[in-house]
């Protein structure tokens, strides 16, 4: 097998050679975004906020591949749901012929590796996830192509106890992030019976009302009517607003579980709302499903996570019979959220080494060592140049200290320390050895 740039154009032969020929620019596939340092503290703020909650419930951390068989989410997700019939980065591996898929969700390999390697024999699971994931929409805001989820999984209980656990979790993400108003929309749609009586109900109701179907209504009518309540097509809101609702055909089994999960909530205070038109986008989902949306001010809201029971999803994956409930978070749109709450914190670190003389880098970079093992974030100028131009690095790196080594601190074996925001601290000049702890005693700025 040969692979071909289809970018290289003209010339590229030439430039090679160091022709001269200016080659295009490469960019980034659309709706696939680069997550540049500027933003990695927010980032890591949400991801150490997320690992303390879940810790704290007892979840532990899966990581599964990104790379999945194609069939696993044909089966999991659905073969006619917006997924996996316009989404899904599906190709023929070339190398062996495997029909292999990007993973658009994760749900569905936590559960193929939980079968796989028989992990319920243990017991109960409590999982969790994070990673990119992979969805080929059209490109908008809080929608792209590469996307990053966090997860979390219960496998093998039944609920509803546990199905409350999730939300509470979700509840208290939302609460040590500092995002309020959210909103919480929950929904029962029903056992297996319960479901299919919904849908033939449905079907009766569409059928009825053919003419004022779409497109992709008239072909979903008979594999898939559920999704028909999704469509955002305005032309068939009041035909969708009259269609039966599933909770005229939830039994007693049902209602019940869905009413302990709403006591739980009630006695944690957390306001919800009970919404039949909540059908979620995935086909796996029995009894509970359940999302949050963010109002953004101005802007449209954006549901920011979104879960439920999946109680068949084991046996269609060809495990045995087993319970699962859990949730996603949408993490761009949650750092959309938090970015309108908390202040942007710049990039810092505690020390800036200034140094200019023959042969200065090599006591730089000793002395760095030295402060890196008493805990200080140090950056070692490099590539030399004028003091003038070292201290507009050192100030623009948001260092809190300059460190100087000059002709003489060299000559001196000692440095010259130079507080750089706080005019309180006088700057000066010590052996080496003691640059830390004087630094340490005036304190710096705190890190992010
Ligand atoms: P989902 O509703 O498809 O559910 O996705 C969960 C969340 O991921 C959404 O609420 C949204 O915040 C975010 N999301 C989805 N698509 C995009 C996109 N194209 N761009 C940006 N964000 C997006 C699931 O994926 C299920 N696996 C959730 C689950 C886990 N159910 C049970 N367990």
Request: proline share 4%; aromatic share 8%; charged share 25%.
């Amino acid at each position: 097998m040969s692979l071909v740039d289809p970018a290289a154009g003209m010339g590229s032969a030439a430039a090679a050679e160091g022709g001269g020929v200016r080659r295009e620019p490469l960019r980034g596939v659309r709706g696939m975004n680069d997550v540049l340092p500027a933003e990695q503290w927010l980032w890591r703020h949400f991801e150490e906020s997320v690992a303390a909650v879940v810790t704290s419930y007892g979840y532990r951390q899966i990581r599964t591949p990104i790379l999945e068989h194609a069939a696993l989410f044909l089966r999991g997700i659905g073969e006619v749901t917006d997924i996996v019939e316009k989404e899904m980065y599906a190709f023929t591996d070339q190398l062996n012929g495997e029909y292999l898929s990007l993973r658009p969700e994760s749900t569905a390999g936590v559960v193929r590796a939980v079968i796989e390697h028989h992990l319920l024999r243990e017991g109960p699971q409590r999982l969790w996830y994070s990673g990119p994931m992979f969805r080929h929409e059209r490109p908008q805001r809080g929608r792209y192509r590469q996307f990053h989820q966090v997860g979390l999984e219960a496998l093998g209980l039944p609920g509803p106890d546990v199905d409350a656990e999730l939300i509470l979790v979700c509840a208290r993400l939302w609460e040590e992030l500092g995002l309020r108003d959210l909103s919480l929309d929950i929904n029962s749609l029903g056992a297996m019976g319960e479901r299919a009586a919904h849908r033939q109900a449905l079907i009766a109701y569409f059928e009825a009302h053919r003419t004022l179907l779409d497109e992709d209504a008239q072909r979903r009518l008979h594999s898939n009517p559920l999704r028909i309540l999704d469509s955002k097509n305005p032309q068939m809101q009041q035909l969708i607003e009259g269609a039966p609702s599933i909770d005229k055909f939830l039994g007693e089994v049902s209602r019940t579980h869905l009413a302990r999960i709403l006591e739980h909530l009630d006695r944690r205070g957390i306001a919800f709302r009970v919404n039949p038109r909540l059908v979620r986008g995935l086909d796996y989902y029995n009894l509970t499903v359940f999302e949050w949306i963010a109002p953004f001010g101005g802007k449209a809201p954006l549901t920011i996570c979104g879960g439920g029971r999946y109680d068949g999803l084991f046996e269609t994956l060809g495990g045995k019979a087993a319970h699962g409930c859990g949730f996603a978070i949408g993490v761009e749109r949650v750092l959309e959220a938090l970015r309108a709450v908390i202040p942007v914190q710049p990039d810092t670190c505690d020390v800036y080494l200034v140094h200019q003389a023959d042969g200065s880098d090599l006591a730089a970079f000793e002395l760095a060592e030295r402060l890196r093992d008493q805990g200080l974030d140090v950056i070692v100028h490099c590539g030399a140049g004028q003091f003038k131009a070292q201290f507009k690095r050192a100030d623009a790196s948001g260092a809190s200290y300059a460190v100087v080594i000059g002709e003489e601190e060299l000559r001196a074996g000692q440095a010259t320390v130079k507080a750089l925001r706080d005019a309180s601290v006088p700057q000066t000049r010590m052996a080496a050895d003691q640059v830390a702890g004087y630094i340490l005693e005036h304190g710096y700025a705190a890190r992010p």
